[in-house]
């Protein structure tokens, strides 16, 4: 028995509900900064790095950030996003390097992170394809991209040349929006839609039912040349990393494209690729 119980002394009610709740809001704080164990995602959350992907988040959707850190040199930019969060009653906190590290699970926070809701990624129905087709909207498709950090970059190079959509395939093997390919992308995902499609092959088929010249790209076997029919949308196709489009998504292709090279290696970053054959299609305003 304690000291304080022997001698009779029994603390006030309020006394032990200010104590409850301390001890929740120190139990909230410690999950908050507590790192993830190694190769976990949490599913439910994710953290954008980088005042770039930050802001514009902010400016795109303020309410939906959930909790905001920040390193000191940081803090005198991010003053308007602090007085919405208080308003809202939301966490936000000057941290130490270290403990900003931990929360963003990366050396690569670029001084400030934002715990968000990650956006559902939703499927396109016929409807959608042909009321992009006839806004004659581009589409990026990628076909199994594997690497965070490709996709990332991508999306940062769609958002630049203003392409208002990526569809993704909902394969194992085909990276997704998470917090590394939002920290590559640096605010690209804020301007870019990002859909999902169940198979690949049959969806690539409904784009061309749908108006769309379908253009995939190939390491080898395409025409060196981009531009197509004006007439109509281009939807531009990426292929794997490693092994390329799958052939029956090259099969449902209107037609290939190879870029031209020297030959002193064998093909481009998919991420490089990407940005040019955009650069190629936008420059004639196929895209």
Known sequence: MGHNARLGFRPSR??????????????????????????????????????????????RDPASIQRLFFDRPTGPKVGLMCQTLAAA??????????????????????GIVAVVAPAALRQPTSR??????????????????????????IVRTAAFFGLPR??????????????????????????????Q??????????LATAGYEVVGAAARGGRPEARGNKEKPVALLMGNEEHGLDPAVAAACSRLVTIPGSGGVESLNVSVAAAVLMWELSARRAL
């Open 89 to 110: 009653r939301k966490v936000y906190r000057q941290v130490e390097p270290a403990e900003l590290e931990r929360i963003s699970g990366s050396l690569h926070h670029g």
């Open 166 to 195: 990526i569809v993704i395939p909902d394969h194992a093997g085909a990276a997704k929006p998470t917090d590394a390919a939002h920290r590559v992308a640096e605010g690209g995902f804020e301007h870019v839609e990002v859909w």
């Open 128 to 153: 959608d394809l042909g009321e992009w087709a006839a806004r004659k909207e581009p589409v990026l498709v990628l076909d199994r991209i594997g690497n965070a950090h490709n996709l990332g970059a």
């Open 14 to 59: 309020a006394a032990q509900a200010a104590a409850r709740a301390a001890a929740r809001e120190a139990a909230r704080a410690a999950a908050t900064l507590a790192p993830k164990a190694a190769g976990r995602e949490d599913a439910k959350e994710l953290k954008l790095c980088g005042l770039a992907a930050v802001q514009a988040r902010f400016a």
């Open 197 to 206: 499609t169940n198979s690949l092959a049959p969806f690539v088929r409904e």
